[in-house]
């Protein structure tokens, strides 16, 4: 007799999403710390011991500097206690536990973020970023754009976002950042983009928007520095353009880098070919190193970043 064919494996079933819970909405963790061993499993714990469902996790141990970082998202729906108390949970079991230098935070992707931009009267930024906005591919609201000259104003109202004009003077820059301030801080917004915005950012303001401040130049720094930096490049021969996003800090273009990326060109591209892929290149490495900083993906230490995509 033939032996009996083995029973197939059943498939594991699914894990049930609890009832109403939105799956798409996330708790996300951030964490930086000096590395050592056992943090990876006493984060797991935690998360186990309060239902968290894992969906996302991120680690890195930076051997040059001896620090530890992670990102992880867990779904809402399957955490067992509310948020606050989430929060004071792993403050007192599991970021105290780990050292004093635990840097760490704990955020909630069903609390809207925005994003207030800063312009000059170059458009290219702006106009993709409205767009993204508009069409529900940013996760942020941009709440409103300031602007030191009205070129664009026509160009923000058509999306319905506020327009508020704030000119600089040459004899009064103090007066019109300290005007620039508090409109952006009425917003309270989750990041303060300079989207081609031809300002210097004033120390004190670096300071009070450091880690929320966000600008995008192009690669040319610190060869050609000044007015039409791409007649220079373009004078010079240059075979790679590209763009750089950052966050601000009083080191003028020198703050942590988010994101960069470049593009070739060569000998037939004229100078408005040049300016235009370099528009291009800056629009796209903006809107992504501005999502990232949106969705918790960017994590500073010093001068550096670690940026969990």
């Not at 056992?38 to 500097?65: C, K, M, N, P, Q």
């Not at 040049?274 to 994590?299: A, C, K, P, Y």
Request: proline share 7%; net charge negative.
């Amino acid at each position: 007799m033939a032996a009996p064919e083995p029973t197939p494996a059943q498939p594991t079933p699914a894990r049930p999403t609890p009832s109403g819970a939105d799956p798409e909405h996330r708790y996300v963790l951030t964490l930086g710390c000096p590395d050592r061993t056992g943090i990876v499993a006493r984060i797991s714990g935690f998360l186990a011991d309060i239902g968290g469902w894992i969906t996302e996790a991120g680690y890195h141990s930076d051997s040059e500097t001896g620090w530890f970082f992670t990102r992880q998202t867990v779904r809402a729906g399957s955490v067992q206690i509310g948020l606050d108390e989430m929060r004071e949970r792993f403050a007192r079991e599991v970021a105290a536990e780990i050292g004093p230098e635990t840097e760490w935070r704990l955020t909630d992707t069903g609390s809207p973020k925005s994003a207030v931009l800063l312009v000059s009267k170059e458009s290219h930024c702006l106009v993709d970023l409205l767009g993204r906005a508009h069409r529900g591919e940013l996760p942020a609201t941009v709440s409103a754009v300031v602007g030191n000259h009205r070129d664009l104003e026509e160009l923000v109202t058509r999306f319905d976002v506020p327009f508020h004009h704030v000119p600089f003077p040459s004899e009064g820059k103090a007066q019109a950042f300290e005007e620039v301030a508090g409109i952006v801080e009425g917003y309270a917004p989750d990041a303060v983009v300079l989207a081609r915005f031809m300002q210097i950012l004033p120390p004190q303001l670096c300071d009070a928007w450091a880690g929320r401040a966000i600008n995008i130049h192009h690669s040319f720094l610190p060869s050609f520095v000044g007015a039409r930096p791409y007649h220079q490049a373009f004078a010079r021969g240059v075979k790679l353009i590209g763009a750089t996003c950052h966050y601000v800090t009083a080191d003028l273009d020198a703050g942590p880098i988010i994101e960069q990326d470049v593009i070739r060109v060569d000998h037939s591209d004229t100078v408005a070919d040049m300016v235009r892929q370099g528009r291009d290149i800056e629009t796209m490495v903006l809107s992504r190193g501005l999502r990232w900083h949106l969705e918790d993906r960017v994590l500073v230490h010093g001068r550096k970043t670690v940026v969990f995509t």
